[in-house]
């Protein structure tokens, strides 16, 4: 682990009243390792639909808490070497282009005025009027820093360590947050030794149609 670093990378989002059906994903870049902005309705709120997220680096582990930013950086692994590798990074114009862009969305007044554009490749028809900046939305990702290659690591990474488990991905929603708790919870188990189990044929009928369905009843 001592070859990589963190970059803590917030996203934000905005809000219309209900426009989508179902989850709406734009095209995702391949040089770049953070979710394509897309929209989707609200869990909580069928009336909402989301767009983001934006992406930003900040320097602390947790969102909205400025008391996070001395265990970022103790924890983050930063030298000489990542910061060579941030400065790298940055040197491509693709990704410095993308943050710059991504900083400028959480501006008021001009956030939003720029951030319409790319809703609109979702709802061409959504007018400036019906979009809000949704406060207090969104939280941080772990982006992972190869100081090697002094680039962007794409993709997951999962580090088992004794009686720990740390899991790093760029979308941690429902692409993958369900297939993690699977594979953590087996781990877990075993960490916790005899006396614990995982009905993991439980798990999986949670999860199906039948099971889904039963709940809503």
Do not use: W
């Not at 309705?41 to 069928?46: G, I, K, L, N, Q």
């Not at 767009?51 to 692994?77: C, M």
């Not at 554009?117 to 820093?145: D, F, T, W």
């Not at 993709?155 to 088992?160: P, S």
Request: hydrophobic share 40%.
């Amino acid at each position: 682990c001592r070859d990589y670093a963190l970059l803590s990378v917030a996203g934000s989002f905005y809000k219309a009243r209900s426009l989508l059906n179902g989850k709406v994903y734009t095209l995702q870049s391949k040089k770049l390792p953070f979710a394509a902005i897309h929209g989707d309705p609200e869990v909580h709120d069928p009336a909402m639909t989301r767009f983001g997220p934006t992406a930003k680096v900040l320097l602390q582990l947790e969102r909205y808490r400025s008391s996070t930013i001395l265990d970022y950086f103790k924890t983050a692994g930063l030298s000489v070497a990542a910061f060579l590798s941030f400065a790298a990074i940055l040197l491509d114009f693709t990704i410095f282009r993308y943050i710059l862009r991504n900083l400028l969305y959480d501006v008021p007044f001009i956030g939003k005025r720029l951030f319409i554009r790319e809703v609109k490749r979702i709802v061409p028809g959504i007018q400036l009027s019906e979009l809000q900046y949704a406060k207090g939305y969104g939280g941080i990702r772990p982006q992972i820093v190869n100081m090697k290659t002094r680039k962007l690591d794409l993709g997951e990474a999962k580090i088992v360590g004794d009686r720990i488990i740390f899991n790093i991905t760029p979308s941690p929603g429902a692409s993958t947050c369900l297939q993690n708790a699977e594979e953590d919870t087996e781990k877990i188990v075993a960490f916790l030794g005899e006396g614990y189990t995982f009905d993991k044929a439980r798990f999986l009928q949670d999860l199906s149609n039948e099971g889904i369905l039963s709940s809503q009843v």
